[in-house]
């Protein structure tokens, strides 16, 4: 296993060896983050798949990326495993230091594992249920589960997928979402307890920081039963770990499509009803941002109106890098021609905020 995590003096040094333009890095919670990252979702279970996925980060990291997002059940744990052996054979020919890089990645969803030849349900009772890691009525009829038992499986399973003996982002993966069967307060229960469970493996050092990768819930309004506070969420977190606890990011989508984490102010800070985007930074927490072109949808010719002299990929990633509040939006990329294409904007500065205030109200009107 490669030791080590994200460090203010890595990410720093893995910046200085970067030619980008202006503002591509920015500073959050000490680190040096890439205002692009690199997600790892979609894809078929195939070796080919595999190939692809561990050449786009070795591509993405030689040339400005240092963030890498994945998730235990993107592509039943292939995913995490391709990311594994780009970063292995990265610090191991010498490129890169592991310090340099941030890694994340999600647990909770139910998942099988697409190198093991069994049908998903055999998979998961052989593993789980007959092991007493998962009991009856855990797993919601979303298949997520948030018990502590699973959660800690899940972690050890990732860190020997990536090869990693410490991820520097877990993410609790589409945890109301994923539990929809449940009461408010019983959810809250159990959010508390996933949270003491990542402090203490922050104290045993197999996690760095924690967070929430959503879809839904902090886009929602106030009155829907998906909805949930920021604040009440931080609350949480102080009680659980003190001032210096470990909730620092949150992941949700946003794009020029779904702008809710932009343009809703459906969250409360000091009396005030701001946006979720907002809320992340007068509370100190950092956003990555999920399905940047909505899967491809948003680079079809005439949906995205021009501006900067750009692609339509790299307008649309653009706007996101630009928004504030934003650290970076996610892009998964896998083929050479689009890795090439996506990292052409790491030489072209985020808009700053006059620029970006002026395209929101060209697109208002």
């Not at 980060?57 to 990326?65: E, L, N, P, R, Y």
């Amino acid at each position: 296993m490669i030791e080590g995590y994200a460090t203010v003096e890595g990410t720093s040094n893995y910046a200085k060896g970067i030619v980008t333009g202006q503002g591509h890095f920015r500073n959050f919670a000490g680190l040096t983050l890439s205002s692009l990252g690199m997600g790892t979702y979609l894809g078929n279970t195939d070796d080919a798949t595999d190939n692809l996925v561990r050449e786009a980060v070795k591509k993405s990291i030689t040339f400005g990326i240092n963030v890498i997002d994945t998730a235990i059940n993107y592509r039943a744990q292939k995913s995490e495993r391709s990311v594994g052996k780009a970063i292995t054979e990265l610090v191991q020919a010498g490129k890169i230091k592991r310090n340099g890089i941030f890694i994340s990645t999600k647990n909770g969803y139910v998942t099988n594992d697409a190198d093991v030849n069994k049908e998903f349900w055999e998979y998961i009772q052989e593993n789980y249920t007959k092991t007493g890691v998962i009991k009856q009525n855990d797993i919601s009829s979303g298949y997520h589960c948030m018990t502590v038992p699973y959660l800690d499986d899940q972690l050890h399973r990732s860190l020997k997928n990536l090869d990693l003996n410490c991820i520097d982002l877990m993410y609790i993966h589409n945890a109301v979402e994923g539990q929809q069967d449940i009461s408010r307060d019983v959810f809250m229960k159990k959010l508390k307890d996933v949270f003491e469970f990542y402090e203490k493996q922050r104290k045993e050092g197999t996690i760095r920081f924690y967070g929430m990768a959503t879809w839904d819930c902090f886009r929602m309004e106030k009155n829907d039963p998906q909805y949930l506070s920021l604040s009440q969420v931080l609350v949480l977190a102080k009680q659980v770990g003190g001032v210096e606890h470990g909730f620092k990011f949150i992941q949700l989508p946003f794009n020029l499509y779904l702008d809710q984490a932009y343009m809703k102010k459906n969250q409360s800070v000091n009396e005030h009803n701001v946006s979720i985007l907002e809320a992340a930074q007068k509370l100190g927490i950092g956003i990555f941002t999920s399905i940047p072109l909505m899967q491809s949808k948003l680079v079809a010719p005439g949906v995205l109106p021009e501006f900067g002299n750009l692609k339509p990929a790299l307008r649309a990633l653009q706007f996101i890098r630009s928004t504030p509040g934003v650290l970076a939006p996610l892009v998964g990329h896998k083929t050479p021609s689009h890795v090439s294409e996506n990292l052409e904007l790491i030489k072209t500065s985020p808009m700053n905020e006059s620029e970006f205030t002026q395209l929101v109200k060209k697109l208002s009107s």
